[in-house]
């Protein structure tokens, strides 16, 4: 059963929450040189494996030409291949390289090592129902709700 009076509660709070958190993360990293943009990129390589750039775009609510220089600037790097794509001719599929792996390891590695710090502050209660709310998150992002 929908409840939209719930919703409209809680969306400003549960944003908030997201909000502040992932700002926190972000402050968590070093000067690495690579932007949240290529995070993401790399990240969806290793989370769903060897992708086309218009897969990529629309996990991450881009459009593909805007991910471009991106694309371009981590296959300079090394950090992904691109090869052509079987099914179609025209496109490609990029996938990571060890390096890209490696790259992705090391930002997500400082980032787990803030929080991990941090969960320890929390109980076993606490952190199996954020660790369920992370589960509910990623549903979240993935949601496509009706206009």
């Not at 060890?98 to 952190?127: N, Q, Y």
């Amino acid at each position: 059963m929908h409840n939209h009076e719930r919703d409209l509660t809680a969306a400003p709070e549960i944003r908030r929450g997201v909000v502040r958190l992932s700002r926190r993360l972000r402050s968590a990293r070093s000067g690495d040189p690579l932007s949240a943009t290529k995070v993401g990129v790399l990240g969806h390589l290793h989370r769903r494996g060897p992708s086309s750039p218009s897969e990529i775009a629309s996990a991450d609510h881009h459009r593909p030409q805007a991910l471009t220089r991106v694309f371009a600037e981590l296959e300079t790097a090394g950090l992904l291949d691109r090869a052509p794509n079987e099914h179609d001719g025209r496109g490609a599929i990029l996938s990571l390289t060890p390096d890209g792996v490696r790259a992705l390891e090391h930002d997500m590695a400082e980032r787990d090592r803030w929080l991990a710090a941090a969960l320890g502050g929390f109980s076993d209660l606490e952190v199996s129902v954020l660790q369920l709310a992370a589960q509910l998150m990623d549903r979240l992002a993935d949601a496509d709700p009706p206009h």
